[in-house]
């Protein structure tokens, strides 16, 4: 399968063309680039220019854009008004999100990219139809607006009531936007489980993120290489490998102080799932 790192592990670190460069050296043919302004500031003019310019010369390719989360530089802790959630049932705080999320896919203006991988709601979110009416709002503008950029929108299951992946099934049922989705396996383990999630996604996965847990808290363990992590493996790649011409194996990792260099445990992680 076709091997992507998203640069979740190096979040808390500004996103540097040596730190792609390093990527790169690696042997990664392509990234999934988180947007957390202190990692990505995609308000930065300066910062997506000096970006644009090293991918016009560069073999690394960018996979995708993962969507926002926060409009501050410290994981929301600024406040809830730093929260960016599509399921705003107050239409002026929507379209905030909606703005927000937009000056992150101008990036595709300068660096094509194929997907923006967006959640749905906020984790621990209860359903609610207004929410999902609020969502499909967004995401109608949205797709517009990615779509002119050359960009599709990719929903991720993540653990709400709002995002497993039966209701991200039904959502697609209830608003026809016929979006397709990004797989994510450690947010399944703490759902419905991998296997049963996968099925119901399957036909329209289009991007994976791989991580492990404890099958307790989203922990975005390196796969193989912890003790405490839950996910059958040797399962888990059998299903990956079901639709591997429509998906690449997607390495969404968060960084651990007792792992030195992140992108040499990485590559290993490459190794031993494709030799289960």
Sequence with gaps: MKHVLSTHVFVNHRLTTAL?????????????????????????????????????????????????????????????????????????????????IKRALEIAETVPCRYLVQHLGVSGEEFDLRKVDAAFAALEELKIFAGQRGVEILL?????????????????????????FAFDTGHANLAEGVEAAFVLMKDRIRSTHVHDNDGKTDQHLFP???????????KTMELLRGGEERYPLLLELKEKPEISNALEAAKQIFDRLEQL
């Design 156 to 180: 991720e299951n993540i653990p709400n009531e709002l995002s497993s992946a039966a209701r991200l099934v039904q959502f697609d049922a209830l608003t026809h936007l016929r979006l397709n």
């Design 224 to 234: 193989t290489m912890s003790e405490t992590g839950t996910i059958d493996w040797k």
């Design 20 to 100: 792609l460069g390093r990527v790169q050296q690696a042997g990664f043919p392509a990234v999934e680039i988180f947007c957390a302004r202190q990692h990505l500031d995609y308000r930065d003019k300066a910062q997506i220019a000096e970006l644009s310019h090293w991918f016009r010369d560069s073999e690394l390719k960018l996979h995708a854009l993962h969507s926002p989360m926060y409009t501050d530089e410290i994981w929301g802790r600024s406040g809830p008004h730093a929260v960016i959630t599509l399921t705003h049932t107050v239409k002026g705080l929507r379209l905030q999100a909606v703005d927000e």
